[in-house]
C-alpha cells in the first residue's frame, strides 16, 4: 500500500512517473514545432501576413510609382525628381523598401500577431489544458514565443520576395537594369528587419499574458506604437530636452534606428519612424534587452501562474 501510494505521489508532486516521462522528454524544438504548425491553421495570423504586405507595397511601391508616372513634383515625396522617385522603387532600394514600415505600421501588426498567440489561451480557456499536457510551463511558453520568431522569420522572408518581385516588375516594365544589393546586406536587412518585429511580438506576447487576452493587449500596444511613443518622440525633440534619455530607449525609436543603420541612403525621404536617433550598435543592444525581457516575464510570471 505505501509503495503505491509512494509511485502515485511521486509523479505527482516529485519526479516524473513513468508513464509521464515519455512525454516530458520531448525535445523543446518539436514542441516549437508544434506550436508552430497550430499557428499556421489561424486564419487571423495570415490576415496580418496579408496585411502587412498590401501596406508594404503600397506605400512602398504603389503611390511612388504613381507619383512617378505623374511627373513627380516639389509636394511629393520631399521634392524628389521623378528619376529619383523611379530609382526608389528599383531593385537596388529592396531593403528600405521592405523593412522601412517595420518600426510602425508592421510592428503593430506584430504585435496584434505575438497578443493573438499567447492571448488566445487565456480567451478560450485552454491555458490549464496546455500546462497539464507532460512538458514543463517553462518548455512550454518558451516553445511558444519560439513558434513567434519562427513565424515572424517566415514572413520577413515573404516580404522580401513579394517586394524583390514587384521591384523587378517595374524595373523590367521602365526598361532599367535589375541592380540588386549585395548578399551581405540583404542578410543584414532581414536580419534587422526580424529582429524589429520580433521585438514587437514579444511585447504584444508579454502583455496578452499578463493581462490575460487579446483585445486589452492589442489597443494598448497600437495606441503606444501608433501614438503615445511618437508624441513623447516629438517633445523630447522641441518642448522638453529632459525627456531625450527616454526617448532613446523607446522600442519604436529604436527599431527606426536599427532600420535606418542598415538602409542605404536614398533621395526620397525616408519612411515614417526610420531615423537615426541613436546609432546601430546601440540599437541593436536594445531591441535585443526587450526581446529577453519580454521573454523572462512570460516564462517567469507563467511558472507562478494558478491557471485552476
Request: glycine share 12%; no cysteine; hydrophobic share 55%.
Amino acid at each position: 500500500m505505501s509503495m503505491k501510494l509512494t509511485e502515485t505521489t511521486s509523479g505527482v508532486f516529485g519526479a516524473p512517473s513513468a508513464r509521464s516521462s515519455g512525454r516530458r522528454s520531448a525535445p523543446g524544438w518539436g514542441i516549437a514545432w508544434a506550436e508552430l504548425a497550430k499557428t499556421a491553421r489561424r486564419p487571423a495570423a495570415w490576415v496580418l501576413l496579408a496585411a502587412s504586405i498590401v501596406l508594404n507595397l503600397t506605400f512602398s511601391y504603389l503611390i511612388p510609382y504613381l507619383a512617378y508616372r505623374g511627373g513627380g513634383s516639389s509636394d511629393r515625396l520631399a521634392g524628389a525628381s521623378p528619376d529619383q522617385i523611379l530609382s526608389s522603387v528599383m531593385p537596388q532600394s529592396l531593403v528600405i523598401n521592405t523593412i522601412g514600415g517595420y518600426p510602425i505600421f508592421a510592428g503593430a501588426l506584430a504585435l496584434a500577431f505575438g497578443a493573438l498567440i499567447l492571448g488566445g489561451e487565456h480567451t478560450w480557456g485552454t491555458v490549464k489544458t496546455l500546462f497539464t499536457q507532460g512538458p514543463s510551463r517553462g518548455r512550454i511558453l518558451l516553445a511558444q514565443w519560439a513558434a513567434i520568431a519562427l513565424a515572424v522569420g517566415v514572413g520577413v522572408v515573404l516580404m522580401f520576395a513579394v517586394s524583390a518581385s514587384a521591384s523587378a516588375g517595374l524595373a523590367l516594365a521602365e526598361g532599367q537594369p535589375l541592380t540588386w544589393p549585395a548578399a551581405g546586406d540583404l542578410l543584414e536587412g532581414a536580419g534587422s528587419g526580424w529582429l524589429v518585429l520580433t521585438m514587437w511580438a514579444t511585447l504584444g506576447a508579454m502583455l496578452a499574458w499578463l493581462l490575460r487576452g487579446v483585445a486589452l493587449p492589442i489597443g494598448l500596444g497600437i495606441v503606444w506604437a501608433l501614438g503615445l511613443e511618437n508624441l513623447v518622440s516629438a517633445m523630447a525633440s522641441s518642448l522638453l530636452s529632459a525627456l531625450q534619455p527616454v526617448r532613446d530607449a523607446l522600442p519604436g525609436v529604436n527599431a527606426g534606428s536599427l532600420v535606418a543603420a542598415v538602409s542605404a541612403a536614398r533621395a526620397t525621404a525616408a519612411p515614417p519612424g526610420v531615423t537615426a536617433t541613436v546609432g546601430g550598435g546601440r540599437a541593436l543592444l536594445t531591441l535585443t534587452a526587450y526581446v529577453l525581457v519580454g521573454v523572462a516575464a512570460i516564462v517567469l510570471t507563467g511558472r507562478r501562474r494558478d491557471v485552476t
